[in-house]
């Protein structure tokens, strides 16, 4: 599966990462269910993830939280 993936998770203000495939960039915050003990806080974006995806102007920036997610959203990327 050819894809690339930088990523911004260490910058201030950044969500996790970008994810190219099939030409298409697209914007990815990573949640991890199992991150706190499976609460649902650990799968809600937080007040500022949700400002960068209600300001950000360009192709809406997805959420996901499993590998198949992610093995799905380079598909659908790669499939235009």
């Known amino acids: 599966m050819r894809a690339s993936w930088l ?3 260490n910058v201030a203000g950044a969500l996790d990462g ?3 495939a099939g030409g298409i960039d697209q914007r990815v915050e990573i949640k991890n269910p ?3 003990r499976g609460k649902k806080q650990a799968l809600e974006l937080t ?3 949700e400002d960068e995806f ?3 102007q360009g ?3 997805v959420v996901v939280t499993t590998v198949d997610e ?3 959203l380079v598909n659908t ?3 235009g």
Do not use: F, K, Q, Y
């Open 7 to 9: 990523d911004l998770s």
């Open 18 to 20: 970008v994810l190219g």
């Open 34 to 36: 199992d991150a706190l």
């Open 47 to 49: 007040p500022a993830e």
């Open 54 to 56: 209600d300001r950000w």
């Open 59 to 61: 192709r809406r920036p």
């Open 70 to 72: 992610a093995i799905d």
């Open 77 to 79: 990327l790669r499939r």
